[in-house]
């Protein structure tokens, strides 16, 4: 079974400028959740979509925001790009997300956003 | 503010030695406790989960959960180089919340 992939793998952009990440997950997984880390904070959730609705969501400004389409597939945008955004962006997929607490979530490679 | 708390290390080991990782979280209602294993410049990959007080093995690895004390850890039998790597622990909460992750601890076994 394919894991989870996303794309790009790497993004370098300016400040002010606008960024759309994009996760596929493992197939029949339905939950999607999005994180990101850096070296100070390590992994922070920002949200989790399970068919097609967020269901949670972290400590972000609105600046972040994410979607999920009926095939399970999810983006995350970030608008107005600030120098503080750079970090790896992850998304993980789980079967039923948050709301079974036996769900495990399975990591994908991660997108280097760099702002520069 | 649900916290999860592990001492980020180095914590070095000898080659073919226990290491012991520990990580304490802050609410007492948290149901279910995961260990990643992260490899520098990559994503976490899942080690093994817990659910219940007590003892659960697989392979060389050891979960170790005590919910009264509020402390979960992992033993890493007979440690290889192969096992250097930063080690994360997370934990979901009480209630409809996300999964929180520690900070990690960088685990390091020499040669």
């Known amino acids: 079974k394919a894991g989870v992939t996303q794309t790009p793998r790497y993004l370098i952009k300016t400040r002010g400028q606008q960024v759309t990440l994009s996760c596929s997950p493992i197939s029949g997984h339905r939950s999607v959740s999005w994180y990101q880390q850096t070296p100070g904070q390590g992994l922070q959730f920002l949200f989790e979509y399970f068919s097609e609705t967020q269901r949670n969501k972290g400590n972000f400004p609105g600046r972040f925001s994410g979607r999920q389409f009926s095939n399970s597939r999810s983006e995350m945008n970030v608008s107005t790009l600030e120098l503080g955004d750079s970090a790896l962006y992850l998304c993980?997929?789980?079967?039923?997300?948050?709301?079974?607490?036996?769900?495990?979530?399975?990591f994908g490679p991660g997108t280097r956003l760099t702002v520069l | 503010q649900k916290e999860v708390e592990q001492n980020s290390g180095p914590l070095s080991v000898p080659e073919g030695a226990i290491a012991s990782l520990n990580c304490t979280y802050s609410?007492?209602?948290?149901?279910?406790f995961f260990w990643y294993r992260q490899y520098s410049g990559k994503s976490p990959e899942l080690i093994m989960f817990?659910?219940?007080?007590g003892d659960k093995e697989d392979g060389r690895f050891t979960a170790q959960l005590n919910k009264a004390s509020q402390y979960v850890s992992l033993l890493i039998r007979d440690s290889q180089p192969s096992d250097s790597a930063t080690y994360l622990c997370a934990v979901i909460g009480s209630g409809n919340t996300p999964l929180v992750f520690g900070k990690g601890t960088r685990l390091s076994v020499i040669a």
């Open positions: 817990i659910y219940s007080n």
């Open positions: 993980a997929s789980s079967l039923d997300g948050l709301a079974g607490f036996t769900d495990t979530q399975y």
């Open positions: 609410d007492r209602g948290s149901q279910s």
